[in-house]
């Protein structure tokens, strides 16, 4: 059997997938992995886990209707060249054009994940609704030769159901992308407090409304540090390194860029905070709580699953500054919520969000 993974960013499908392909190869499957970025830079690192890698153009957030038809195209030859029985694919432009790739080809299965429905369909600009209307016709063609759509919570699934876009009877939810709970234990608090963001710097993933808590921490105590891990992006709602710049000056913030390693710097922080907009299953949370820390995180789609309200971490509004700090100061002022949440989260890691568990879902969705 061979299975094509297929995603229109590159470091994601190594760092969020591989897990995935591996557990695809326990089961006998060849695995070939598909992104954008050039073959050279990941043809090796891929080909150390057994997978093979090939690339194709993919503007992940342009709206050239040329590139689009070129990333078609260039997907329909590789398809046809592979000849793969089944396509797991995610993110909007490859769900779109891979399985509409797949179906002109033949017969072939594909298992889109809807692993969030981004700035797109939370958005209210008008650019953002335009947009919205071509992807949900985009989505609604693609989802119709699905075999099945797997979403990651349940507000997604909802929300493009009622829009007609995806048959009740196709979708099915899965517990995020997993985590590797024997690679991510539980470290020792660090002597000095310090909370932790990871992630594309974007304004959805609440990385503004992290830079203004870090800023009120600063200007009333000296004894939190605030720590900044991910890498700029080409998303809309990006932050840009000129605006990021005072923050580290002034020392509000210590900026590390993008790390393939995150574990460092779990260990060094007291508490995991991600104000995001929206997610499908954020992935850093899922890596803090398997690491034993307590989380705060918005009150928002993909989000609110993640956290158990006043047993492993807090849920606060989205935009809501006030509610960020008062939630994150009241655990860090207080050693024994920290142990407390901290081992919740562990235990609430191991028992729903094991990447092996999560896996054998998608196995079983998958008829592997």
């Not at 008008?126 to 949900?136: A, E, F, H, I, N």
């Not at 759509?149 to 876009?165: A, C, H, R, S």
């Not at 000129?242 to 460092?264: A, T």
């Not at 307590?294 to 009150?299: A, E, G, K, M």
Request: proline fraction near 5%; aromatic fraction near 8%.
């Amino acid at each position: 059997m061979k299975i094509l993974v297929l995603s229109s960013h590159t470091p994601s499908l190594f760092w969020f997938r591989l897990d995935m392909m591996k557990a695809f190869q326990a089961k006998g499957a060849e695995v070939i992995a598909v992104g954008p970025d050039s073959d050279a830079k990941w043809e090796r690192e891929f080909r150390e886990h057994g997978v093979e890698y090939r690339s194709v153009p993919i503007s992940r957030n342009g709206l050239n209707v040329l590139a689009d038809i070129k990333t078609f195209s260039a997907l329909k030859r590789l398809i046809n060249e592979i000849k793969p029985d089944k396509i797991f694919t995610y993110q909007a432009k490859t769900i779109v054009y891979g399985t509409l790739a797949a179906k002109s080809v033949g017969n072939i299965e594909v298992y889109p994940l809807v692993a969030g429905l981004g700035s797109i369909f939370r958005g209210n600009d008008l650019k953002s609704r335009l947009v919205k209307k071509v992807l949900s016709v985009q989505y609604k063609l693609a989802f119709k030769y699905a075999k099945k759509v797997i979403f990651q919570n349940n507000d997604d699934k909802t929300e493009l159901e009622n829009l007609g876009l995806v048959s009740t009877s196709k979708t099915c939810i899965i517990n995020g992308s997993g985590v590797n709970t024997s690679k991510l234990t539980p470290m020792d608090f660090p002597a000095q407090k310090a909370i932790l963001y990871i992630g594309r710097l974007i304004g959805d993933k609440g990385v503004r409304e992290y830079l203004a808590l870090a800023k009120r921490l600063h200007s009333k105590r000296n004894d939190v540090r605030c720590l900044l891990v991910g890498p700029y992006d080409t998303n809309p709602s990006a932050i840009t390194p000129e605006e990021l710049q005072p923050f580290i000056d002034e020392r509000i913030i210590e900026y590390f860029g993008e790390q393939k390693d995150i574990r460092p710097f779990m260990e060094q922080s007291t508490v995991y905070v991600l104000p995001s907009y929206h997610e499908g299953t954020p992935k850093t949370v899922l890596e803090a709580m398997s690491m034993g820390r307590p989380v705060v995180t918005t009150d928002a789609p993909g989000c609110r699953e993640t956290i158990r309200h006043g047993e492993n971490g807090f849920l606060v509004p989205v935009r809501d500054v006030d509610s960020l700090e008062k939630a994150v100061t009241k655990i860090i002022d207080s050693k024994e919520l920290t142990i407390e949440f901290g081992q919740k989260s562990r235990q609430i890691a191991e028992s729903k969000y094991d990447v092996n568990k999560v896996n054998a879902s998608i196995l079983k969705i998958m008829s592997i």
